[in-house]
């Protein structure tokens, strides 16, 4: 179906890279904290707060970090008030990229996005410059095992909702609007399919196609992105070449 599968595995791969370096349990916390401040710490009556344990659950992080950061945000805990703040630019190549952060010092954040992208080459914009070439969407991956029928898992994907379907050698990827993700991974997870990643992502219309030297700046770019500790989630619409390992 969709040919954006390759920027998505890579972004999944990047995700388990992050988890080794235990800076994806404070990202998760920070958006669980936000949903249960915003709708609640009940999550029967929060569908957003049921999705992001979900994506914490996949993410192998504990119950009790999980429960530690619903109270922070819900107020039976002290915490951190969080903003999330939304940066657009360039990396090379004219590649778009979309940065969100939560932080707690705007000026902070803004200092050091700006700098991260002047170092490696790219440009900062304004609000608005890139996020037309990208939708807002649900995105399920799924390990490919050998016991598994492609055909089979992409009929079960769309009758449970699912808007788009992707087969890759390593994963399947399940992609849903915003408004079904929540139900569509209830039901896969009835059905007993385990989630690589499970989360609201942006995909992007088209992407840019990148040579090796542009790749490694850009990927670079990235890495510095992501290892900013206000910066919650990095997308841009980089096609790396097939031999990029990143």
């Known amino acids: 179906m969709s040919g954006h599968s390759k920027w998505h595995n890579i972004q999944a791969k990047k995700g388990k890279a992050d988890a080794k370096k235990g800076k994806i349990f404070t990202k998760i916390g920070k958006e669980l904290a936000i949903a249960a401040k915003d709708g609640g710490s009940n999550p029967d009556t929060n569908s957003k707060l049921r999705d992001i344990i979900a994506k914490a659950k996949s993410n192998n992080m504990p119950q009790d970090t999980i429960n530690r950061a619903i109270k922070k945000g819900s107020g039976e805990m002290e915490g951190v008030n969080y903003e999330e703040i939304v940066y657009e630019g360039y990396g090379s190549n004219g590649v778009a990229v979309i940065v969100k952060a939560l932080t707690d010092n705007k000026n902070r954040t803004a200092g050091n996005v700006r700098s991260i992208f002047s170092k490696q080459g790219g440009n900062l914009g304004a609000n608005g410059c890139v996020s037309w070439m990208f939708q807002t969407k649900g995105e399920l991956v799924v390990e490919r095992k050998d016991d ?28 849903t609007t915003v408004e079904d ?53 990095v997308y841009h619409n980089a096609d790396f070449p097939d031999e990029f390992e990143g």
């Open 148 to 175: 598994m029928d492609e055909d089979e898992v992409m009929m079960q994907a769309l009758d449970a909702g699912a808007e788009d379907f992707n087969a890759e050698e390593e994963v399947f990827e399940i992609i």
């Open 181 to 233: 993700f929540g139900s569509v991974r209830e039901k896969l997870e009835g059905e007993g399919f385990e989630f690589i990643s499970a989360e609201i992502t942006m995909i992007p219309d088209n992407t840019v196609a990148v040579d090796m030297d542009a790749a490694g700046k850009v990927q670079k770019l990235i890495d510095k992105l992501e290892d900013d500790d206000d910066v919650q989630n």
